[in-house]
């Protein structure tokens, strides 16, 4: 078997700006034969995060959107790195997925990232990793190639008796369950609840009919030790 190389690929997706990548494989959770995914994060700067400690701001919606430029080229250019190896790859851009009733994607970034062991899902039901918190931006790829080297999964949560997003978050939204892969999305958030208050947030204070808050992010300890190790450094 020819195997894709996880140290040449991850290697050229970081010198391309990738804050964290990662190679899962996702067997069982396979997407029409790709059982196999790059995982991806890019972070959000610190000032931006920094920003929102009172809402969204215009810097975090333009933010936003320049990471998820940044991440449609990342994972673009890992399928086309697949591809010349002669297997099939799917980038999931945000020009080519298709949102799903309740907002669900057919392979959520998270769970590729999670299965690569970039990090757990927080009782925010975001992706928080050791490295930046949950002030990050996810991006992955499907693919039938087979990688050297995967990830280990991470199949728990590591927030332990934190509440901090619980606590703040603006629609109340956050139920404070601790995550697992057998616990549901709903299990952790009532997702109407938040869109509501992040598109009320939103028109208030950045004057965009989108979904966006922050508060959830900017509050988790993980996030918080990012901000200041940066600050240090």
């Not at 080519?96 to 062991?117: D, I």
């Amino acid at each position: 078997m020819n195997f894709l190389s996880s140290e040449e690929l991850g290697g050229l997706l970081r010198e391309m700006g990738a804050g964290l990548v990662g190679f899962a494989d996702m067997t069982g959770l396979s997407y029409d034969g790709l059982d196999h995914a790059v995982a991806l994060a890019v972070p959000l700067p610190i000032p931006t995060v920094q920003g929102i400690e009172n809402g969204p701001t215009r810097d975090y919606f333009e933010a936003y959107h320049a990471v998820n430029g940044k991440l449609n080229q990342l994972a673009e250019a890992a399928a086309e790195y697949i591809q010349s190896k002669g297997f099939r790859a799917v980038a999931q851009t945000t020009t080519s997925v298709v949102e799903h009733a309740g907002y669900r994607t057919a392979v959520p970034h998270k769970t590729c990232c999670t299965r690569a062991g970039l990090g757990w899902i927080g009782k925010s039901a975001l992706l928080v990793t050791p490295e930046y918190g949950s002030a990050v931006r996810l991006s992955s790829v499907l693919t039938d190639g087979v990688f050297d080297r995967t990830g280990q999964p991470i199949g728990v949560s590591r927030c332990g008796e934190c509440r901090n997003c619980t606590e703040h978050c603006p629609g109340h939204a956050i139920h404070g369950n601790l995550w697992s892969v057998s616990v549901p999305r709903e299990k952790l958030v009532d997702v109407e609840a938040c869109r509501k208050a992040a598109r009320k947030l939103a028109a208030e204070r950045v004057h965009e009919e989108i979904t966006l808050c922050g508060k959830c992010i900017q509050v988790c300890p993980y996030t918080q030790a990012y901000l200041r190790r940066e600050e240090k450094a």
